[in-house]
């Protein structure tokens, strides 16, 4: 007999996850407060429900995948007056919280589970939208050495590379970590490819050579900044599609906030912030809904 997940979230990388659970023989029931989500997730085989509370009834995995930490301290742990998700969930199934959220938004969660006799990891995820649809995403996983061998059958399915950081709350650190350094590469890339390219240079010679030496880094192999340089990726989509601005500052803000209450200094991470945050309103176009990787155009002349 499949196992039932309900999948909690269904955007933009939501929806391949989601999608990929079903075609490893999941039975799934998805949730998600848009209609054209929903529509999406029914094409590739979902069972569409209409509330977060009727999908995880009788499920043995709770997957989320949610845009901050207060949302998914509400889905899942609510008020006197509106009960979360815990009073409903099966005392049987495991919880994977995919949401990229604060270490103690996952550790109050993980907290109130336990309380309510239910398993419970953080698992944030990298990879992008891409990954979400390929099933290659990388999963950084906070909690028990038992509750994240029991997750892998389920995190299989959505990815290739799958990690225990440590305890609840450590998969949010990790991801934290990751990027933080995600966007001061992406930043310096942007930078020295510009830079080339205000001296003659072509931004493709560069990018080849830069590769190929000690400069090279993910950022200039996988998601060269520059339009035109390299097929597939958003810069030569008009930095359409990936992973937003608005969403590398939300995560910026985390490690901002990690860093103060663990008194780490983390300049370079501050300065990565701020220059996400003089390009989303440098213009009077908003450019948080571009690609992180639009950064380029705040360097470009």
Request: glycine share 12%.
């Amino acid at each position: 007999m499949a196992k039932k997940v309900a999948f909690i979230g269904l955007g933009n990388m939501g929806g391949g996850m989601a999608a990929n659970l079903v075609k490893a023989g999941f039975e799934v029931n998805a949730f998600d407060l848009s209609p054209a989500a929903q529509e999406q997730a029914k094409k590739e085989g979902c069972q569409i429900v209409e509330t977060a509370a009727e999908a995880v009834v009788g499920v043995d995995y709770v997957v989320s995948m949610l845009p901050n930490g207060g949302i998914v301290e509400s889905v899942y742990i609510g008020t006197e007056s509106n009960p979360g998700l815990l009073s409903t969930i099966p005392t049987t199934a495991l919880i994977l919280d995919c949401s990229t959220i604060a270490p103690d938004n996952a550790r109050r969660v993980g907290t109130a589970a336990e309380a309510a006799g239910v398993r419970f990891v953080d698992a944030p995820v990298s990879g992008g939208v891409a990954a979400a649809a390929a099933g290659t995403l990388a999963f950084m996983v906070g909690g028990t050495e038992e509750n994240f061998e029991s997750a892998k059958v389920v995190l299989d399915a959505m990815g290739a590379n799958i990690f225990r950081a440590g305890d609840v709350g450590a998969g949010q650190v990790a991801k934290i970590c990751n990027n933080m350094l995600l966007a001061i590469h992406m930043t310096g890339t942007a930078e020295a490819l510009q830079l080339g390219i205000d001296n003659g240079l072509d931004p493709k010679a560069l990018s080849d050579i830069m590769l190929k030496s000690s400069g090279c880094n993910w950022s200039l192999e996988k998601y060269n900044p520059v339009p035109g340089v390299m097929e597939g990726v958003p810069s030569s989509n008009d930095y359409q599609g990936g992973f937003m601005v608005d969403l590398m500052l939300k995560d910026l803000g985390l490690a901002m906030e990690a860093s103060l209450s663990s008194r780490s200094s983390i300049p370079m991470g501050a300065a990565a912030r701020n220059l996400y945050n003089l390009h989303k309103n440098a213009t009077a176009e908003d450019k948080g809904a571009k690609d992180f990787s639009s950064i380029q155009q705040f360097y470009a002349k």
